[in-house]
């Protein structure tokens, strides 16, 4: 797995311009918060970021085999926090946005929830990630808002109800670059580090190289093009 992680970062590392920022994609399809607090030790010691996009929690409320408590989100995102700083990265946590609860579950059975529901553990989620950007002093980046304004998880948006369309993930690519510094150089690396929706699941197949649609992509894009 870290033989793999390095060929996909140095792979990313080498074919980012000269010119813009590098930007790294490093997305886990189907992790919780604390199989991501594992793995980001190794995506820091190889990209050495100074910036970090955080973008995780929806498997622990919304994938039954991988369901957290609400405390252990919280625990375990602070620690992924603490751990990019101590690693001098300046960081940035994403809110994530409302998913189509109609199609995420028509994948799931109601009775896999137990007493909770979808849309009560997404909420729990949402106040988690925003007690931990309050408590760390890190930026927020408001997906949840920009999502939900435009017409939210729908079918334009979102290919399942949960990850997104090239479109969609062009949206989070534009909210993430509207929170990272408006003057950044080719010296500046900035790691998107998450799980499917950081992997680009919906516009990227399982085990094949990063595609223009994801987001990590569309953010190097717009990089890009605000320095030509």
Do not use: W
């Amino acid at each position: 797995m870290h033989l793999l992680l390095s060929l996909v970062l140095c792979l990313a590392m080498q074919t980012a311009s000269t010119q813009t920022p590098q930007v790294v994609g490093v997305g886990y399809p189907g992790f919780n918060t604390a199989e991501l607090r594992e793995r980001l030790p190794a995506a820091l010691e190889t990209a050495k970021p100074d910036y970090i996009v955080i973008l995780a929690g929806g498997n622990d409320a919304s994938n039954p085999a991988k369901f957290l408590p609400a405390e252990e989100t919280h625990k375990n995102l602070q620690a992924m926090v603490q751990c990019a700083k101590s690693n001098g990265a300046k960081v940035l946590l994403v809110m994530l946005h409302d998913p189509d609860l109609t199609r995420l579950m028509r994948r799931h059975r109601p009775e896999e929830y137990g007493s909770v529901s979808a849309a009560e553990r997404l909420d729990a989620v949402h106040k988690v990630i925003a007690q931990v950007a309050t408590e760390e002093k890190t930026l927020l980046v408001d997906f949840r808002s920009i999502l939900a304004k435009a017409g939210g998880a729908n079918e334009e948006l979102s290919t399942d109800g949960v990850h997104l369309t090239a479109k969609g993930y062009g949206m989070l690519a534009a909210a993430v670059r509207a929170k990272l510094p408006s003057h950044l150089t080719s010296q500046d690396t900035i790691l998107c580090f998450g799980d499917s929706l950081t992997y680009g699941q919906g516009v990227r197949g399982f085990g094949v190289p990063e595609t223009p649609e994801t987001y990590p992509s569309q953010l190097r894009s717009l990089l890009s093009k605000r320095r030509t």
